[in-house]
């Protein structure tokens, strides 16, 4: 093995190598490192941009739900709670989803409403953003979201109407119509939740639809918070169940992209099977003399395999670094901007992952060591003797 490294120093690494041997180096090295920092942002990008809507869609209600198989609203009389509820009781957001209609000055809107508990207005991930104090919200305030505000022309402190259309005629008049007043306004990025969906004060909601304590089930917003003990007749839906066609949509996208970037990182290691050759026509007689003198092939394929993936290894190092530069950009400035209402976000996220950068980095020393044995294969098989007399 010493010689093996003393030839490859001598050969390769010596201040008299010409500018073709120094360019061909350069050349591999851009290639390799232009193709793991591909690789690595688009991998970076189906993992934030998946991050991204699942942080979304969990910051309005929650990474998984709990509810009744056959009823709507259950009492949350504690002799009537479920087993795993007394575990779980303080990490679960209880909530009331109700259909109505909001009539503003202008115009009117069916809507969906989310009754919580006051204290978690402040808790829920959706509100982290807000600027006003959560804390002061009373039983006749109401959370909408940018789109129901904007369609209605709805501004903080205006008075709205809520309406149940299922209360009977035949009632009180005025009971049919609760008035509020709007605290906040929400933006989730999600035209389907900031066009349709408001926040109550569950007491309210509850009192409203003559609910007394009953409640539609629980939101979970710890995504390591494992529920596995929900027993009939309750049942728990992930983020993934409720969300099926969106998640398998992104599964079924982002499978091709990476396909698509995978070869185009092999492209670059067939520009390295050229350096390989040019590497060796311009050693070659240095070599035919090594192998006159008794150097087997396999010590001299390990010559060159060890400087492919030594060319890889820096390639692909440049390739991180470049691919966390670019990444870091594009968090920082957003150059590059999506539709919100079709892809729920902005900007394109990408995240830097470590495991990713390991994982393109051993894949890039294996493909180093394949394509490097490729074209050695009929390289070694020439005879020194021709070489030599040429």
Not at 64 to 90: A, K, V
Not at 150 to 159: A, F, M, P, Q, R
Not at 168 to 192: A, N
Not at 261 to 289: T, W
Request: net charge negative; proline share 3%.
């Amino acid at each position: 093995m010493k010689l093996v490294f003393l030839v490859l120093k001598r050969l390769f690494f010596s201040s008299q190598s010409n500018f073709l041997f120094k360019t061909t180096n350069i050349v591999s090295i851009i290639s390799l490192a232009l193709g793991i920092a591909s690789l690595n942002i688009v991998l970076g990008a189906v993992s934030g941009f998946e991050n991204k809507v699942s942080e979304k869609l969990s910051s309005i209600s929650g990474y998984t739900t709990i509810n009744h198989l056959f009823e709507d609203e259950f009492s949350t009389d504690q002799s009537l709670m479920p087993d795993f509820y007394s575990g779980f009781s303080s990490s679960l957001v209880p909530y009331v989803e109700k259909p109505a209609i909001l009539k503003s000055k202008d115009n009117s809107s069916n809507i969906l409403i989310y009754g919580l508990d006051k204290k978690d207005f402040k808790e829920f991930n959706l509100f982290s953003s807000l600027n006003t104090n959560l804390d002061t919200i009373s039983e006749n305030h109401i959370v909408v979201g940018s789109l129901l505000a904007k369609n209605l022309n709805l501004s903080i402190g205006d008075e709205i109407v809520i309406f149940n259309p299922l209360i009977s005629k035949k009632g009180i008049e005025r009971s049919r119509f609760l008035l509020l007043e709007i605290k906040e306004i929400y933006h989730s990025g999600i035209e389907d939740y900031d066009s349709r969906l408001v926040f109550i004060p569950i007491n309210t909601v509850q009192s409203y639809f003559n609910l007394e304590d009953s409640i539609t089930g629980w939101m979970n917003f710890d995504p390591s918070l494992n529920i596995d003990n929900v027993d009939y007749p309750f049942y728990q839906l992930s983020l993934n169940d409720r969300h099926s066609d969106l998640f398998e949509w992104i599964d079924t996208q982002q499978w091709p992209i990476i396909f698509i970037f995978s070869l185009i990182v092999l492209v670059s290691y067939f520009n390295l099977m050229g350096s390989i050759n040019i590497l060796f026509y311009e050693k070659r007689y240095n070599l035919a003399i090594m192998k006159t003198y008794g150097m087997s092939n396999s010590k001299i394929s390990l010559i060159f395999i060890i400087q492919g993936m030594i060319l890889a290894f820096i390639g692909a190092i440049f390739g991180i670094l470049l691919s966390l530069f670019i990444i870091f950009m594009q968090e920082e400035f957003q150059f590059i901007s999506l539709s919100e209402n079709i892809y729920f976000v902005s900007y394109l996220p990408i995240i830097f992952s470590i495991n990713n950068a390991i994982y393109t980095l051993f894949f890039s020393l294996i493909c180093s060591v394949l394509f490097s044995s490729i074209s050695l294969a009929y390289l070694l098989s020439i005879n020194p003797s021709k070489i030599l007399k040429n």
